[in-house]
C-alpha cells in the first residue's frame, strides 16, 4: 500500500505539448510560494483552520488517507491518519510537508498520473479541480487506488467568490494564484460520474472565511446551512463512492438475521416458516427480551425443530430494541447484518432485496419504508403516520440523503461499517432505545450510501406494540435537535 507503481504508459495529457507548459508554469509559481511563505498569520488561516474541521467530522482517526495537491500537509496531518501520503508535484512545497510531518508520506508526483497501488479508505481533493489540467482523468486516476468501500472528498471555491478572491489577492492578503477552474458541483459529479463514481451527497461551507468571533461561528455553522444562504458559501463539498462494477463485492457474502423478540410468542413460527436462507450462508439470532408470554421457550422449541437453520438464542441483558439489536450484532458472524421485527409487520421475505441492494454495491444501508404502498387498515395509526413525516422530513436535511421513513424497523448494513459505527458511538450518546437513530446517525457519518426500500406494511397478527406513542414520540424529538448540533449545524 501506497507504494510507488510499476512503470506505465504514459497518459495522453502528460505528452501534449500544451499540458507540460501548463504544468511547468505551476510547478514554478507554487515552488515560489513555499519559498517564500512565513510563519506570520494570513487571511486565508481561519478558512483552513474551518475546511480541517469539517474533514475531521468526515473522516475519523485511523484511516488510511490519499491527499492529492497536498501541498505542505497541514490537512492531512490534522486527519490522524494510520496511513497517510500526500501528493505534490512542488519539490519545494513537498521539503516543508516533510519537515513539518515527518510521521506521513511525501511523494512528488503529477495528480494526471498517480504513481501508487493503494487501496485507501478516504481520497482527498482539497482546493485542488480549480487548478488542474484534466479533471476527468484525475479522477479516472482514483480508480486504481480505490476499494468498495473508499470515500472520496472534494472540495472547490465556489466561483461566486472568484472577484472577491482576487481582491485578497491582489492585497497581498492570500497566496496569489494562476487563473482557475471554475466547476459547479453539478459539474464535478458529471465528471466523476464519467470515472464511474457515484456522488453521495453534496452541500456547501464556509459562508464568512475571517476569523471575527462570534460571526464567523454563526456564519459557518448555522447560516452556511440555510437557504438560500449556502448559495453564497465560498466551498462547495462532494462525498463520492466507487459506483457500478468497482462497488461490487467479489464474494458471495453470508447473513446474519437478529430478530428481538418481546412477547412474540405467536409470530415464532412463522418466523422460521416465512424467513429466507440468503447468500452463502444464514443465521438467525433471537434476542428475547424480558417476555411475559413464553417466547423464549417458544424460540427454544422451534430451534429444536428445525436444525437444519442455523441458530443463536440470547437472553437480552437491558431493555429496550435498541439493546437488543446491539446484542444480536455482537453476537453476528455474518457479513451482511439484517434486523427483523419479531411482529412480521415486515414481510421477512422481502429480505432478499435488501440482500441484494448490498451485494450489488448500490446501497451500503438498506432503510425499510413503510409510507409508499398502501398498507393493511391497522398497520399504522394516523398520528403515527404523521410523526413517521415529520422525522423523515428532518432527518432528510440533518443527513443530506433523503429518509423516507426513519422508525421501519428493518435496516440492513455490512458487519465491517457496523464495526466501525460502534467504535465512534460515543460521538452522537447512547440513548436511544430503538437502534434505528443510532445506526442512521452512524451511517450518515460515514458517508455510506443510504438506499430506501418500500415495504408493504402488514398490521398484527399477534400480540402489541412495544411503542409508546407519546413518550417516546417526545424523545425522538429531542434525539432530533441533538443530532442536529452534532451532524448538521457543526
Known sequence: MARPASSQGTA????????????????????????????MPTWSDAYHRRIAAIYRFLVPPGQRVLELGCGQGNLLAALKPAVGVGVDFSAKTLARAAQRHPQLIFIRAEAHQIPLTGPFDVIILSDLVNDLWDVQAVFEQLGRVCQPQTRIIINSYSRVWEQPLRLVRKLGLANPSLDQNWLTSADITGLLSLADFEVVRRWQEVLWPLAIPGLARLANQVLVKIAPLNQLALSNFILARPAGTRALRATEPTVSIIIAARNEAGNVPAIFARTPTLGAHTELIFVEGHSQDGTYEAIAQAIAANPQRPCKLLRQ??????????????????????????????????????????????????????????????????????????????????????????????????????????????????????????LIFGAARMGLKILDLPIRYRERTYGTTNISRWKHGVLLLRMTLFAAGRIKFI
Not at 14 to 37: C, G, N
Not at 414 to 422: F, G, P
Request: hydrophobic residues 40%; negative net charge; glycine residues 8%.
Open 317 to 438: 441483558p437491558g431493555e429496550g430494541k435498541g439493546d437488543a439489536v446491539r446484542v444480536g450484532f455482537a453476537a453476528a458472524e455474518g457479513d451482511i447484518l439484517m434486523i427483523l421485527d419479531a411482529d412480521l409487520t415486515m414481510p421477512p421475505e422481502d429480505l432478499p432485496r435488501y440482500y441484494e441492494a448490498l451485494r450489488s454495491g448500490k446501497a451500503e444501508f438498506a432503510n425499510g419504508v413503510r409510507l409508499v404502498y398502501p398498507m393493511e387498515q391497522e398497520a399504522m395509526r394516523y398520528m403515527n403516520f404523521l410523526g413517521n413525516k415529520f422525522f423523515s422530513l428532518a432527518f432528510s436535511y440533518l443527513l443530506g440523503q433523503p429518509i423516507k421513513d426513519t422508525l421501519c424497523g428493518t435496516k440492513v448494513l455490512w458487519r465491517s461499517d457496523y464495526a466501525q459505527l460502534a467504535r465512534n458511538r460515543s460521538y452522537f450518546g447512547d440513548f436511544d432505545p430503538f437502534g434505528d437513530f443510532d
Open 12 to 39: 495522453e495529457p502528460l505528452v501534449a505539448p500544451r499540458f507540460a507548459t501548463f504544468s511547468q508554469k505551476r510547478r514554478a509559481h507554487y515552488d515560489r510560494i513555499a519559498a517564500t511563505v512565513t510563519a
